[in-house]
């Protein structure tokens, strides 16, 4: 199992800053559509986006409470930050203990490093995807993606940097649809466990469309699972859809952007239709 480490958090000095070095999960999105806004469609996104901030913050406080108090698997420390249309959103598994040492994490055991971090990712998959459904009912497409590792946080501007901070942000823009993309290193974490039979509601895997032209098969957040809220009974499946379609319409789509609002209607029903099928087997 994963070393526990000392309670102490090491804060190196860097300037006038104060960074903590930590290991964790990392989401980031932005908001698609956002720069032709006027001041007044800014300022009403601002506080739309707030309001969405301190629901997701409501549900992880939900979805870490789930977590067994042990001392692998306690409520974890979560940081929302914004800046301009993008939120990141992170989550500190494990800190540096002192000045000199490193990572005590993972611990060398493949399966039991692999379920504390697929745990944490299905957790915060949990939250983005109540985060995509509340956002297309704002009338707020986000697209991104989540990473897991090493990380630096800065208490006092609020910054993140660090080695899995440029793995979300390499890939957070690389298609154009709404929705949340495991990077590659986050989905060899899911790909494992599901060698293991182990699978999660909110994490799925399917063809995404790329800027250049390319579809990959992706692991993504179950964001049509957040609309359904786990129950696929055939009357919420109609309400949800009623409800998903309806967001749809009230969106703005602008010239030679139809195409995502076309793949997001198709990653819907194909969650839908899938578990209808496993309903019937």
């Known amino acids: 199992m994963p070393t526990r480490l000392k309670k102490k ?6 300037g006038s800053a104060k960074i903590k070095k930590c290991y964790g999960v990392i989401a980031m999105v932005d908001a698609l559509g956002t720069r032709n806004y006027s001041l007044d469609e800014c300022i009403n996104f601002l506080e739309k986006r707030q309001e969405l901030i301190q629901r997701s913050f409501q549900r992880w406080e939900v979805a870490s409470s789930h977590a067994k108090e042990s001392k692998n698997n306690s409520k974890k420390k ?4 914004s800046f301009a249309d993008t939120l990141i959103v992170a989550i500190e598994m494990l800190e540096f203990s002192s000045k000199s040492d490193k990572i005590k994490f993972p611990s060398g055991n493949l399966e039991a490093d692999s379920l504390f971090y697929g745990m944490w990712l299905e957790r915060l998959s949990w939250v983005m995807g109540d985060l995509l459904r509340d956002g297309l009912i704002e009338k707020i497409v986000f697209r991104g993606a989540i990473s897991v590792g090493e990380y630096l946080f800065d208490r006092e ?6 080695p899995t901070m440029n793995d979300v942000a390499n890939w ?5 649809c709404n929705g949340i993309i495991l990077t590659p290193h986050a989905s060899l974490i899911i790909e494992y466990l599901a060698t293991k039979r182990k699978y999660f509601d909110s994490i799925i895997k399917t063809e995404i469309p790329f800027k250049n032209n390319t579809t990959k098969e992706c692991y993504v957040v179950n964001w049509p699972n957040s609309f359904c809220r786990g129950d696929y009974s055939d009357e919420n499946i109609k309400k949800a859809t009623n409800t998903f379609l309806s967001s749809l319409t009230q969106l703005t789509i602008p010239s030679g952007a ?12 194909e969650v839908i239709s899938n578990k209808k099928m496993n309903k019937k087997s």
Do not use: P, T, W
Request: proline share 0%.
């Open 258 to 269: 139809e195409d995502r609002y076309k793949v997001a209607q198709s990653f819907f029903n």
């Open 9 to 14: 958090i090491y804060y190196e000095d860097v």
């Open 157 to 162: 501007s609020k910054s993140i940097l660090g």
């Open 172 to 176: 957070y823009e690389a298609f154009d």
């Open 78 to 81: 979560i940081h929302f930050l």
